[in-house]
């Protein structure tokens, strides 16, 4: 087991697991192990029934019929990836689409809007032929090897924001797509791709929202205590000191706030009953 940073930020899994590859001569087990490891990437980790599982495309895997591709579209075109999904709104499944079959978040706003582009014309079959049929699909896991969580690496994204993004959209291996935080089907990404608006990178431990809408300034040699964003994440508790039951505790927040108000702000937190778990200059 790994102890340290990949640790901390819940992606160690990843790196110590090798990507699942077909091969001829595989055994009925390894032949399984790959059906699963397919399940368990394109549905984001969600547990799936034996009852749910998809009887036609796993017997025509197994005999040959189908590559590992073609049996991520399979699975991405079935009844129970969209019933888990599709109702999710437009940008929230756009960058769960991206997560579970090209295993990052997306690069730009520009990305979101062409597959939402797609969607606008009513055509779910062909939103997820354009990820499995796509030139970085096939030039990084081809016809046989099972998608899996790559956003954290340089080589999937284009720009830091990404990298940033990819953190939101996985909260460590050991999450699931609508289970990861609170968000749960509400966009996560939308505003902070629109602006390229990068995020802070935070242990997958504590599920907190993201903030809906602040104004940042980037902090740099020349910045003035009074210039500098500060994250406080907020959890709720009950506190006998002031209110029985906490305004908070329905979830857990963050804020941002200036220096200049981050006196006043953490005074208002714990009078409503909150708890700040960690404050950092974002």
Known sequence: MTFGPASRLGVSLFDET????????????????????????????????????????????????????????????????????????????????????????????????????????????????????????????????????????TEAITHMVGFTHTFQLVRGASTSSLKADLAGKTPKLNGLVINATATAVVEPGSTFRNPSGSARTLLGPNATEGGKVYRIEVTGYRAKAFNKISKFRQSNQVYLVSYDKLSTEYQRIHQQGGKIVSITAV
């Open 18 to 153: 090798p990507p699942q590859e077909w091969v001829a001569g595989r055994s009925n087990d390894e032949i399984e192990t790959l059906i699963l490891a397919v399940y368990r990437q394109v549905l984001g980790n969600a547990y799936v029934m034996e009852s749910e599982r998809l009887a036609v495309p796993e017997s025509q895997f197994k005999r040959g019929e189908l590559s590992v591709r073609e049996f991520v579209r399979a699975v991405g075109k079935s009844d129970l990836y969209q019933s888990r999904f599709a109702d999710c709104p437009r940008y929230r499944f756009v960058e769960l689409n991206f997560r579970h079959f090209l295993g990052r978040a997306p690069n730009s706003y520009d990305e979101m809007k062409a597959h939402s582009a797609i969607l606008d014309g009513g055509d779910f079959d062909a939103e997820i032929d354009s990820y499995v049929d796509s030139d970085e699909y096939q030039n990084t896991f081809g016809e046989n090897i099972v998608p899996y969580i790559r956003g954290y690496k």
